[in-house]
């Protein structure tokens, strides 16, 4: 019988313990027969989807189809939809899995999909309807992004003016990737997607975490969603939550940390 995380409300572990929990939870399982759900990865802002290439390798390893798309980073809605249609050609079960800004997208997108059994919020927001991302980054104390960002406008095709946000390459890895070794931080700088203001302002519909059993993995180091408010969001949620000492890169620090979650939520799907 696999052994689950507990929910966040009762869930209070030291790493050595978490650590064993999570070994345990991975363990092989014995009947072959088990068909694996799909894992789809959605990246957030400031990044793109490489940042999770080292999950990706320890999830292939272990047997999983993964998808990792790109998130638009557009707007709420927008985003979202397009994630529904990636979703879409997914066949089987999904175990859906959101960083950073892609939790708000993951929340919406998997709004009615009956074939997403799981969500897993890695370092990542959990809105509930009426919210955007910059209400609940600034619920707690602890953000250090704004004075870190820089911003620009771009014309909007149907008239008007957007602004965009990235986070200032000299400034990237301390706010970002402070866990990350300094030259691969470089290149997650320079190769950061920006956002859409607009998408971090937009209001969240009805998510999917009130029908759909979720997960939480909390970065305990994180500067861009402070850890006071993942652990809050996650509660509300009602998420089986774990802590890790890492950066809001997480994905990219601690890459088999992130896996194990990940496999722990699938493996409730498989059974």
């Known amino acids: 019988m696999p052994i689950s995380l507990r929910t966040a409300a009762t869930f209070v572990a030291g790493p050595a313990m978490v650590g064993g929990l999570l070994m345990a939870a991975t363990a092989p399982v014995q009947a072959t027969s088990i068909k694996k759900p799909t ?50 050609g997914v066949k089987g079960s999904i175990v859906l899995v959101g960083h950073s800004y892609g939790g708000a997208v993951i929340s919406q997108a998997a709004t009615g999909n009956r074939w997403v059994k799981s969500l897993v919020y890695i370092a990542a927001f959990l809105p509930a309807k009426g919210e955007s ?4 980054s600034g619920k707690y104390p602890g953000s250090t992004l704004g004075p870190n960002t820089q911003q620009w406008s771009y014309p909007l095709p149907g008239g008007g003016t957007g602004v965009e946000l990235t986070i200032k390459q000299d400034k990237y890895r301390q706010q970002f990737a402070a866990d990350v070794p300094k030259g691969l931080a470089a290149v997650l700088a320079a190769t950061q997607r920006p956002i859409a203001v607009a998408a971090l302002e937009e209001k969240a519909a009805t998510p ?12 305990t180091g ?12 996650a509660r509300r949620a009602h998420a089986r939550t774990v802590e890790v000492k890492a950066s809001h890169a997480v994905a990219v620090s601690r890459p088999h ?11 409730i799907v498989s059974y």
């Open 257 to 267: 940390r992130v896996a194990q979650v990940i496999e722990i939520a699938a493996e």
């Open 208 to 219: 999917a975490w009130k029908s759909i059993p979720a997960f939480s993995l909390i970065a």
């Open 133 to 136: 991302a910059l209400d609940l």
């Open 222 to 233: 994180d500067k861009n969603i402070p850890p006071a408010a993942q652990r809050w969001m």
């Open 39 to 88: 894992i789809v990865l959605v990246h957030g802002a400031f990044a793109d989807a490489s940042s999770w290439n080292g999950v990706i390798k320890e999830l292939k390893r272990d047997g999983y189809p993964v998808l990792a798309t790109a998130n638009p980073l557009r707007g709420l809605s927008s985003d979202a939809a397009y994630l529904k249609s990636v979703l879409k």
